[in-house]
C-alpha cells in the first residue's frame, strides 16, 4: 500500500503532506444479531483473514479513556470478525511503549494498536528518539470514536464567558495557572493553542497522569485546563467546574448552554480527541479494508452509537483510511506549530 512519506521537516512545514491514494472499495459486511459466517468479510469466510484471535494493544493502563473505548468494540468486533479480539495492555512512556511495540510487530493483521492523540501526536510531536513514525510506521484504519474537548474553569474564576474569561487573562498577565496531564500532553498542546489563538498568557502546571490534574483544578490549585470533556462532565454537572467552551462540530446534548469553539470565532480551537484502531505498516491492503468495513459496521450499530453517546463521545464519521491519516497528517503540521511557538518541551 502506498505510503504517505512526510520529511524529516514535517512538523515545521505549514503545508499539509500529500494525501495518499485512497483504497479502493472494502468487502460488503451485514450485521446480524448472531453474525452468521455468511455475513463475516470474505477474507473471514475463505479462511484467509482471520483465522486466529486478535490482539489489539492498547498503551495505557486499564481503566483510560482509550482503554474503555477499545474494550466497547472488542466483543462485537470479534463477534463480526469470527474471532477473538484479545486486549493486551502495554502501558509506559505516555503509550510510546506499547506504540512502539505495535510499530514493530508483524504486519499481519493479528496485532493491532488503540491510536489516540496521545501517542499519535503529541509524543511524536514532542518526544525526541520516539521510535516510531505516527504516519510511516502504521496503517492507520479506522476511528472508533470522537471525544469532545472543554474549555474549563474553577467556580472561583469570575469569568462567566468565553470573552469575559479572554480579557480576565490579559488583566492578570500571565499570573494565571493551567494544568495538564503532564509536559507535551495533548492537554498542554490545547491549552497553549487556546492562548496563543488569543494573545494571553498563563502558567503551565504538569501533573504526572489524569487523576492528578483533575485533582488540581477542583481543588483550585490552578484555575483552567483544556481537555477531554468525558472526563470532567460529571464535575461540570456537579458545578465543580464550570464550562466556557467545547470543541465538537455541534453543542453537546449534556451542556446545551456552552457554545462551540466555532461559534465563538475560534475554529482552529475546534478540534475534537479520537481514538482508532491501527496496524503495523505494511499490513496488506485487503486485510486493512476488511478491519475498515468491519470497525464501521460496529460503529455505526443502534447499539454502540446510543453507547458512545451516552459516554459524551462522538459516534465517528464514515472517514476512509487514506482520509484518516490525511486527517492526522494535517493536525501533525498544526500542533507542530503550536508545539514551536510555545516552546514545548517533554519532561
Known sequence: MPRLDIPSDRFATS???????????????ALTGA?????L?????????????????????PGGSVDVMARQYTEPLGRLLGVPIVIDNKPGAGGSIGTQFVARSKADGYTLI???????????????????????DFENIAMMGRQPN???????VPAKTFAEFVAYLKAQGGQVNFASAGAGSMGQLNAEAFLLATGTRAVHIPYRGGSPHVTAVLANEVQFIFDNLVTFLP??????LRALAVASPTRIAQLPDVPTFAELGQPSLNQTSWTGIAAPAGTP??????????????????AMVENLKTRGVIPPEDMSPAAFEKMMSERLVSYGDVVRRANIKPE
Open 15 to 29: 503545508t499539509p503532506p500529500s494525501r495518499r491514494q485512497v483504497l479502493g472499495a472494502g468487502l460488503g459486511l
Open 35 to 39: 453474525a452468521s459466517l455468511s455475513a
Open 41 to 61: 468479510p470474505a477474507h473471514a469466510a475463505d479462511g484467509k483473514y482471520p483465522t486466529r484471535p486478535i490482539t489489539l494493544v492498547v498503551p495505557f493502563p
Open 114 to 136: 488503540a491510536s489516540s492523540q496521545s501517542s499519535h501526536l503529541a509524543n511524536p510531536l514532542v518526544q525526541p528518539n520516539l521510535g516510531y513514525d505516527p504516519i510511516k
Open 150 to 156: 472543554v474549555l474549563l474553569v474553577h467556580p472561583s
Open 235 to 240: 464535575h461540570i454537572q456537579a458545578g465543580k
Open 285 to 302: 491492503e485487503a486485510v486493512v479494508q476488511a478491519l475498515h468495513k468491519a470497525i464501521r459496521t460496529v460503529a455505526t450499530e443502534p
